[in-house]
Structures are given as structure tokens and as C-alpha cells.
């Protein structure tokens, strides 16, 4: 059985969607991209979200906001995916890198202990869907210790008079912590839709803009949105109405706006998200869990509790008792038998660009060690009952194989 790791969902009501926008004679951003946005605010009630092309670009856009350049320092878990870091490079700033803890968050007293009067935003990622420890981390920032070393050099610094908390949300749409989602957990929130995530626009992003009472978040989204289309105070598409052709470039933007026709995906998919293709995520991720508690040797992820929801976005299983190189043997058996499995994430200190800025791994050994044992399996809509026990099997006999030298079949 061939079991893709993770496809997109698309179905007829997608295709339809999609379809509407290429007979409109409109496909870059116009009114899909508005009714996502819209349909965004109603899923998570954040007051404002702006879509843009990609996370990383919105990432960048909101460092560039909060001034964020040569100097500053903005704290990260060593554990993501490289665009976390990539983005405050490219804004010419310092990722300081700390360690995890067992449930693959960043580990606030390592934040606590990183922050110096350099640092201006703090960027914890919900890894596999999993929220951060928030209400620690909001707590942290409003110390008025922290906040007494908080050395302001932009306007926009000067008006939140705090560290700013970017919450890379690329895997958590969806997910709540005492019954309030994700987007409004932090100032900013920034949610991916890039073609693997739960919800997809093939490529895309999403900015909640949720700032505190000294900023008017309506007014930033007007302002942000313009930055997402080189800083021009009309869209094409208001531009395009006759008699509307003036416009002014008024500040230095980005080009980073979603097109109408890749929003139409996210729009048809995130109007069954909540109600259907999430619990089928949640559907799969139990049946993991179930079948995987038989076993001593599978650590399974963590799972709901009272207060926290995932949004089940990987199902990120770690094994005990083994080495980096067992690990990737049983990966090699898995893939024999036609499943497509993963590993979120190689850690960054482990890949080149890292290395060469003098990132060391043996500085984040919680990262290391639940970096070497896990393998994140395939989860999604589509999957069946049958396919997940396939799956699971899968996983069993490649263990087996590797560590007990048992063959089964
Ligand atoms: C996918 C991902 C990103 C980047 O998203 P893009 O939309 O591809 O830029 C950032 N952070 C994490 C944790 C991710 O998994």
C-alpha cells in the first residue's frame, strides 16, 4: 500500500471555488482574498487578519514593522523549521537560539534566561499544532523587570514599550487554549498555508494583527496591507474600477500579497475546517494514540487536555531507547512498505547556514534528543481507518526489525 505523506485536500467544493475565481476576470488579490480574511476573523476572532503569500514573508513584513534590524535580537526555539530563523536573518537581525522541553515548545525559563536589552521580539512555534506555554510567555514580557530593560529604537517599539511576541503558528490554526484559538493568544500570530498545512492556499500566509490598546489594529492592517503591495495606497484591483488610476507609493514595501485564485483554495477549505476536516485530523491522531499505547517503547505526542486543544497538525511519534542512526533505519524499513513518514525538524544548528553563523548543537541537547528518536506520520482527512492501521503496523515491524532483529512476513 503507497501512503503519501501529506497531500493536499481538495474536493469538488475547492474546485468550484477555484473556478469561480477564474471565470470572475479577476485572480490576483480581490474578493476571495477578502472573504478568507473574513472567514479567518469568524474561525480564530482575531480582529484583523491580512493574508500574504507565504508565513515567511509575513514574518519579515512584521519584524520590518516592529523595526526589527542589525542589533536586535529575537528569541527562537533551536526546534523549527529554518524559516523561523531565516526571516530575522533577512532582516539583518540576530536569532538567539534556546532549547525545548519534552513537549517540543520552547522552554520559557531558557527565554528568560536569553533575554538581554537587545532583545525586541520573542518567536515560539506551536510545533505539530501544539500551543505554547502563552500565558508564561505573555507573563514574561509585562515583568516589569524585563520590561525595564527593554531598550526602544522604533517608533512602533516605543508605543508597545515591551517586547513584542511573534507567534509562529504555522501548524496551529485552529487550536485553542482554554477555549480562546490561536491568533489571539499573542500580540501577533502568524499562520501558514503553505500546501502541507491544515489549511492550504498552496502557497500562503496568514498575519492576526491583535495588538494591545496603544495601537489601532484596524489602522495597521490598512497600513500593513499597503506594505504587502510595495507600499502602494491602491490594490490593482481598486485600480482597476474606472476613473480610479491615481495612486501614491508612501513607504518602502514588500511584494507579498495572496492571489485571489490560490485564496479560493484556502476559502472553500477553511469554511469545512472546524466542523470537518479538522476533527478528521483528530480522528487519525486518536487512532495513533490508541494503537501506539500498546507498545512500551512509543512515546506518542501530547495529548488534549482540559485546557489545551491541538490542532493535530503532525503526528510527531518518538521511540525510547534509540540512537539517531536507528532512528533513520527504521525510517529506510518504513519506506519499504510504501509509507511516507518525516522527521519535524532537523534542528537548525545541524544544518550548514547555522553552522557557519557558529550555532552548536550541543548547546540545545533537549532539541538534539527529541530530534533523534522522532518520526512524524502521515495525518490527514483522507486517511482511513484501514490505512492508519497499515500505517501502524508499518511502524511496529520497522521497529521490531531494527532493534529486536525480528523479521515479520
Ligand atoms: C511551514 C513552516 C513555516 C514556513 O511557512 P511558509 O508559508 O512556507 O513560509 C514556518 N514555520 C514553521 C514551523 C513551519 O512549519
Redesign the pocket.
Known amino acids: 500500500m503507497n501512503i503519501p505523506f501529506s497531500p493536499p485536500y481538495i474536493d469538488q467544493d475547492i474546485i468550484n471555488e477555484v473556478n469561480d475565481s477564474l471565470n470572475s476576470g479577476w485572480i490576483t488579490t480581490g474578493p476571495k482574498v477578502k472573504a478568507l480574511e473574513e472567514e479567518i476573523k469568524k474561525l480564530t476572532k482575531v480582529p484583523q487578519a491580512l493574508c500574504v503569500n507565504?508565513?515567511?514573508?509575513g514574518?519579515i513584513l512584521m519584524l520590518k514593522w516592529f523595526g526589527i534590524g542589525p542589533g536586535d535580537e529575537v528569541i527562537i526555539p533551536a526546534y523549527?523549521?529554518s524559516?523561523?530563523a531565516l526571516s530575522v536573518l533577512q532582516c539583518g537581525a540576530k536569532p538567539i537560539m534556546v532549547d525545548i522541553t519534552d513537549d517540543f515548545t520552547i522552554d520559557v525559563i531558557k527565554i528568560k534566561a536569553a533575554i538581554t536589552s537587545n532583545t525586541k521580539v520573542i518567536m515560539p512555534?506551536d510545533?505539530a499544532g501544539w500551543p505554547c506555554d502563552y500565558a508564561a510567555i505573555n507573563e514574561l514580557v509585562q515583568n516589569k523587570d524585563i520590561v525595564a530593560v527593554f531598550k526602544p529604537n522604533h517608533k512602533n517599539q516605543e508605543k508597545l514599550g515591551r517586547i513584542l511576541v511573534i507567534s509562529?503558528a504555522?501548524?496551529s490554526i485552529g487550536a485553542k487554549v482554554n477555549e480562546i484559538e490561536t491568533g489571539l493568544l499573542t500580540d501577533i500570530t502568524i499562520f501558514?498555508?503553505?500546501a502541507?498545512?491544515n489549511v492550504t492556499t498552496a502557497?500562503?500566509?496568514v498575519i492576526c494583527i491583535n495588538l494591545p490598546n496603544s495601537f489601532n489594529n484596524e489602522e495597521e492592517y490598512a497600513y500593513l496591507r499597503m506594505m504587502t503591495l510595495n507600499g502602494q495606497t491602491k490594490d490593482a484591483f481598486t485600480k482597476s474600477k474606472a476613473g480610479g488610476w491615481r495612486y501614491d507609493i508612501i513607504d518602502l514595501g514588500l511584494k507579498i500579497n495572496m492571489p485571489d485564485v490560490c485564496a479560493a483554495i484556502g476559502l472553500a477549505q477553511i469554511k469545512k475546517y472546524d466542523r470537518n476536516l479538522l476533527l478528521e485530523r483528530k480522528r487519525v491522531f486518536y487512532q495513533y494514540s490508541q494503537a501506539f499505547s500498546n507498545y512500551n517503547w512509543a512515546i506518542t505526542p501530547p495529548q488534549d487536555t482540559e485546557t489545551i486543544q491541538s490542532s493535530y497538525h503532525l503526528y510527531a511519534l518518538r521511540i525510547t531507547d534509540i540512537s539517531e542512526s536507528e532512528r533513520d533505519l527504521i525510517i529506510d524499513e518504513i519506506a519499504k512498505t510504501g509509507v511516507a513518514v518525516n522527521v519535524?525538524?532537523i534542528p537548525m544548528p545541524m544544518l550548514t547556514l547555522f553552522k557557519n553563523l557558529g550555532y552548536k548543537m550541543e548547546d540545545y541537547p533537549n532539541t538534539y534528543k527529541n530530534y533523534a528518536c522522532e518520526i512524524s506520520l502521515p495525518i490527514y482527512p483522507q486517511l482511513t481507518e484501514e490505512q492508519v492501521k497499515y500505517i501502524v503496523s508499518s511502524v511496529v515491524n520497522s521497529y521490531q526489525a531494527v532493534k529486536l532483529n525480528v523479521t515479520n512476513s
Do not use: C, N, P
Not at 507565504?54 to 514573508?57: G, P, V
Open positions: 507565504s508565513w515567511t514573508s514574518a523549527t523549521y524559516a523561523t512555534v510545533i509562529d504555522a501548524h501558514s498555508l503553505h502541507v498545512k502557497e500562503g500566509g519535524h525538524f
